[in-house]
């Protein structure tokens, strides 16, 4: 993160960053986002298109910030590592939103949820989309200004805006599931009681393990979103990047690493696994169906 220094001067770091960090987590989320591209392909699951991206995003940022060390004055690579890896949780958040939707879809229990789901994934994703444009602005802004510190200053306020939309929206989302899964336990469906972890264990793909993944990537998500927002606040307070800003191992530990691992729980409780199951079903009833007409054709998208 960049910052004003107390002689008026502009920098980029507060420290030389480590390549060998960096490109550690090149790999590591380079295999993940190939084996999420993997189970696309395999399920069709095309709901899953924002999450790849957010993955492939940090892959570009970090390949970048390798590409900082000992190049610490080089405005083109901190400008892509900034917005890169800035960016990648608000595609992360816009998968978890749509797969929600499907989910309470395909346990045919939508009166429970607390959000109409025809506009359930329309409302977080609308903010989701709304929260990306504000923060990529701010960095925008934030990465070309180099002489004008009060610049600077609206570019840390820009991205701050943006954060905070996408952590009222995400907690909201997490407040949503947290009530549909209450709900269904206490009324639940025919496919809520023959599937879940009750009588199928940890391990094997039920509607509530894929649900249990997505409170983890979200909590994830919140917790980089959290310190973020606490990174950039503090810079606008104090003048300078503050403590968070000035060592690197805090954007690794908060950053990196929860998203990384978000995306590993999602890659072993795969959601495909539950709704490509659910959309080979409906196929099946539309073979089988004498009136085909009178199919919900919409139902189909699922898996």
């Known amino acids: 993160m960049s910052s004003s220094s107390a002689d008026g001067s502009y920098e980029l770091y507060n420290y030389n960053p480590s390549v060998a960090v960096a490109a550690i987590f090149v790999l590591l989320f380079i295999a993940v986002t190939a084996c999420h591209i993997y189970q696309l392909a395999r399920a069709h699951a095309w709901y899953f298109t924002c999450f790849i991206l957010g993955g492939l995003f940090e892959v570009i940022g970090y390949i970048a910030r390798a590409g900082a060390h000992n190049n610490t004055s080089n ?12 960016l990648a949780p608000p595609l992360y958040a816009a998968t978890l939103y749509m797969t929600l939707g499907r989910l309470i879809f395909y346990l045919d229990k939508e009166e429970l949820s607390s ?16 929260s990306f444009l504000i923060q990529g602005a701010g960095g925008a802004i934030l990465t070309h200004t180099t002489t004008d510190p009060s610049a600077l200053t609206t570019g840390q306020n820009v991205i701050i805006a943006g954060l905070v939309i996408q952590l009222i929206f995400f907690t909201v989302f997490v407040l949503v599931a947290t009530a ?12 809520s009681i023959s599937s879940c972890i009750a009588t199928d264990g940890w391990f094997h793909a039920t509607w509530e393990t894929t649900l249990l993944a997505l409170y983890f990537a979200s909590a994830m998500i919140l917790v ?4 973020r ?3 950039y606040a503090s810079a606008e307070t104090n003048g300078s990047d503050g403590y968070l800003g000035r060592h690197e191992v805090f954007a ?13 729980v999602m890659a072993v ?14 196929q099946m009833d539309m073979a089988f ?9 919409s139902k189909i998208y699922l898996g």
């Open 269 to 282: 409780w795969h959601p495909s696994r539950v709704l490509l199951l659910n959309r080979k079903v409906y």
């Open 115 to 130: 959000v109409p789901t025809r506009w359930l994934t329309v409302i977080f994703v609308a903010g989701d989309i709304i």
């Open 224 to 227: 980089r979103s959290v310190y």
């Open 229 to 231: 927002l606490v990174e």
């Open 75 to 86: 405005l083109s690579i901190f400008t892509i590592q900034t917005l890169f890896i800035l």
């Open 289 to 297: 169906n004498e009136e085909g007409n009178d199919v919900q054709m």
């Open 252 to 264: 690794y530990v908060f950053d990196a690493l929860p998203m990384l691992l978000g995306m590993v």
């Open 180 to 191: 549909f899964h209450y709900r269904i336990h206490r009324s639940p469906s025919s496919k």
